[in-house]
C-alpha cells in the first residue's frame, strides 16, 4: 500500500508541480484538526448559541449575539482556507489557479460572514478588527471586550472616555448582564476625584445597577437567563465564614466590590455600571420584582439598601422616631423606607431648601441644622438617626447626638473625604448614645427592601440622563455640589454601546 507522502506526491506530479512531504503534525493541523475544530464550531455557532458562548468563554457576550449564520459562514471560510493553504503547502503549487479560486473564495465567503456579524452588532462597539475577528471567526478562546465610560485619573476625573475591557473569566456562579441604566452614588465621585485617595484607573465607576441576565454560569440556580436583574455596590465575598453564614457578607473580610477591586485570582480590576456589561457572581444579582421600573430600582441597589439595612437592624418601625441627616440620595430614600417601615420620620437637612420635598417624600417632620437653637426643641427624644452627610464641613455632631434618648442609636453610612472628626468619650456621655456605622446590606436584605418598595409602590426620584461622555461629566460637577433630586439615573444605554 502506498505511503500517503507518496500518494500526495504523486497526485503532484499528475500535475506537473513538485511535490514535498509535509511533516505529519502540519498534515494532522490541517487536514485533521483544524478541519474538526471548525466544523464543531460552525455545528455550536448555529445550532446551539449559548453552549457556543460558553465554550468560546465570551465575556461579557454582546445581545443579541451574532447571527449564527455569520459564524458558521466564518467557520465554513475557516474550512476552505485551510484546505486552501494545506494544498499550497502540500502542493507548494503557488502558480495551481485551483488554489487561488478556493483562496478568493473562501475570502469571499468570510465577506460575507463579517457584513452580516457587522450588521447584527452595528458599528458602534464592533469598530475594531481584532474583537470582530475574535467574534466572527469564533477563535477559541473568544474574548469579547465589555466597553465602558472610564475616567483616566484624579486630575481628569470629569473627562469620560470610552474604552474596553476585558471581565474577570466566566466563573460557574457568574452572570453576565446586558445593562440597562445604572444609578450614580457619591461615592462614585469620591473614588474619581481622588478624594477616597489611590484607586486603580483607568476605571469605570457605578454600582447601582439593573439590566438583563443575557447568560448564566452552569451551576447558577438564583438567577435566570433573560431575567430583569440588578447588581449593588458589592460583588464577592468568601460565603464560608462567620460573618457570611449569618447574613453578613457584606463584612465579610474578602468582601469586594463592584467596581475597583482587583479579583484575587485573575488579577482583573473590576469595572462598574458605566459599561456596557458587567459579570457578577449570583449572590450579589438580584431579580427585580415586575412592580418595580428599572430607574425606581437601580438606585435601591446601593442608596437603598445603604440606608434600610441600618434601620431594619436598629428597630425602625412603628412608635420609633428616626432622623435622616442629609437629604441626598440614600437620605431620601432612608426617608421612604423609614415611613414604609411603619416610623416617625424627621428629616434634618443643612436648610430649609428641601423642606418641601421631605414633606412630599412623606416626612412627618424637618429640622434645618441652620436655624438657631435647632435641636433644642427636640432633645432626647430621637430613638434612632441615620446620619448620610458626605462631609464634615461645619458639621457639629454634638448638636446631633443631643437628640439621641438613652442608649440611642447614632448610624453614619455617610464617607466622608478627609481625616474625619475628633470625638471623645465626654461626647456621648449625656445621653449614653450608641455611635456606629454601617455597610451596605446583605443579599436577604436586598431582596425584602425590594420586595417592600415593590408591594407598597415606593418610588425613588430619579432625573434620568442618558450615558455619554458630556452627561456624565455634567452630573459629576452637579453631585459634587450637592445639585441632585435625588438620584441620578443613567439610560439610553443601546445609543452609547450598540444593542
Ligand atoms: N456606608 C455605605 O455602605 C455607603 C454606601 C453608599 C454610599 N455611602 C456614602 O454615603 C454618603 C452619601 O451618599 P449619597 O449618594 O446619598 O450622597 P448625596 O446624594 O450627595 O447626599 C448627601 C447629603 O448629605 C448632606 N450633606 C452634605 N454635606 C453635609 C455636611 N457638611 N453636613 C451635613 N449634611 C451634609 C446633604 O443633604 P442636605 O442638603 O439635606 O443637608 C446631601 O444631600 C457618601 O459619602 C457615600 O460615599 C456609604
Ligand atoms: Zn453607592
Ligand atoms: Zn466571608
Known sequence: MPSREQASSSAASKTGVTGFSLPLP?????????PIATLVGAYYAHFAQSRYLELTHA????????????????????????????????????SDLRVWKTVLFCLLLADFGHLYTVRSLGYQIYWSILRWNAIDWGNIPFVYLGASMRVEGPETWLEFHKNEFQPKPFGDYDVDIKIECCGVCASDVHTISGGWGEQHFPLAVGHEIVGRAIRVGPKVTLIKEGQRVGVGAQ?????????????????????LDTYGAVWPDSGVVSQGGYSSHVRTHEHWVFPIPDALPSTTAAPMLCAGLTAYSPLVRNGCGPGK????????????????FAKALGAEVWVISRSHAKEADAFKLGADGFLATSDKGWNEPHVMTFDLIVNTANSFDGFDLDAYLSLLDVHAKWVSVGLPEGDGIKVRNQTFLSNGCFFGSSHLGSRRETLE??????????????????ISDKNLSNIMTRLHKNDVRYRFCLTNYEDQFGA
Open 26 to 34: 502540519y498534515r494532522l493541523f490541517f487536514l485533521v484538526i483544524e
Open 449 to 466: 427592601m425590594l420586595q417592600l418598595a415593590a408591594d407598597k409602590g415606593i418610588r425613588t426620584w430619579v432625573e434620568e440622563v442618558p
Open 59 to 94: 465575556a461579557s457576550a454582546p445581545s443579541p449575539i451574532p447571527l449564527g449564520t455569520s459564524i458558521a459562514m466564518s467557520q465554513l471560510a475557516n474550512l476552505y482556507f485551510a484546505f486552501a493553504l494545506s494544498e499550497a503547502l502540500v502542493l507548494r503549487s503557488t
Open 235 to 255: 460583588s464577592y465575598s468568601c460565603l464560608d465564614c462567620r460573618q457570611c453564614k449569618n447574613d453578613n457578607e457584606t463584612y465579610c473580610r474578602k468582601q
Open 321 to 336: 422616631k428616626v432622623g435622616i441627616v442629609g437629604l441626598g440620595g440614600i437620605g431620601h430614600l432612608g426617608v421612604l
